[in-house]
């Protein structure tokens, strides 16, 4: 099974290495898989992926959907 903290953490990950901020927030992790902060609480209390916003953040950051999702290799698209 796929686990929430461990996708989210992935993209902690991309936006600290993009932004160069060691903290990132929920906020920024909702503002950027482009949802509505309150809904990412939500969604967060639930544990439910939002895949749909998952695929459109990897093909802006050039990511493998199967690393965000899986933690598998290669990480970035060629």
């Known amino acids: 099974m796929i686990d929430f903290h461990e996708v989210m953490q992935r993209v902690k990950q991309i936006l600290s290495m993009e932004t160069k901020k060691e903290k990132i927030l929920d906020r920024d992790i909702a503002d950027s898989l482009e949802l509505d902060p309150q809904y990412f609480a939500v969604i ?7 895949y749909e916003s998952l695929a459109h953040f990897c093909k802006q950051h050039n990511i493998s959907m199967n690393w965000i999702l899986l933690a598998q290799k290669p990480q970035y698209l060629t």
């Open 44 to 50: 967060k209390r639930r544990k439910k992926i939002p």
